[in-house]
């Protein structure tokens, strides 16, 4: 049997010269559709948060939190974005938001932990979370949006893990560097105080 050379994979079978072009194609193509996004992205956050305002509550959240505000950070680190429930701000990622729908699942995420916190006191992804995520998608249903993700895609693989000890919330927060102090910082979610779970903090011998 003669050997096969095992190389990176390509688009589709055929020409390699057709292959390359392909792929450049492909690849300018995602570089635009990333750059008008970074012009729209804005927009569309705050015409969601309008819409699912509008749609679940009648603008009552709005109201209750004295306007949902959205803030844009460079980064947010091992988080797409986040919800402060206390001030009714939602923080989301310039680095990590590349695209209409990561931006769609984000804000109707954290949008839920806002209206379940406003409503039932909840702050974490137990069953009360479950239930307005679901509350959201049903309203949305007619924008077409799917479901609500009930866990924020996050990015794993950290050396230092904190979490928050209030036990409505449990918020997790991963740093490549030892970046957080609990005696300084604070749940941003809940305000709680942190404790690091891995590697376990303990003194030094």
Known sequence: MANRSIGPPTFYWGDPAEN?????????????????FGFRKKDIAEWLIHELDQRTTGDTNA??????????KEKIPGNLGVADVVSGTIQLS?????DEQNLRNMVSHEFSHLIAYCYSGCTDHGELF????????????????GPVQIKAPVQNSYEFIWQCE???????????????????????RCRGALIQTNPIARPLR
């Not at 300018?28 to 559709?33: D, K, P, Q, V």
């Not at 109201?63 to 844009?72: E, F, V």
């Not at 919330?169 to 910082?185: A, L, M, V």
């Open 130 to 145: 479950f239930y307005w995520a679901q509350f959201c998608t049903d309203k949305m249903r007619p924008l077409d949006m």
């Open 20 to 36: 390359d072009e392909f792929a450049r194609m492909y690849c300018r193509t995602t570089a635009l559709r990333r750059r008008e």
């Open 166 to 188: 209030n036990g409505n919330c449990g918020q997790e927060y991963g740093r490549h560097t030892k970046s957080i102090d609990p005696r300084k910082d604070k749940c941003r």
């Open 94 to 98: 310039e680095e990590l938001i590349d």
């Open 63 to 72: 109201y209750l939190t004295g306007g949902i505000n959205i803030i844009w």
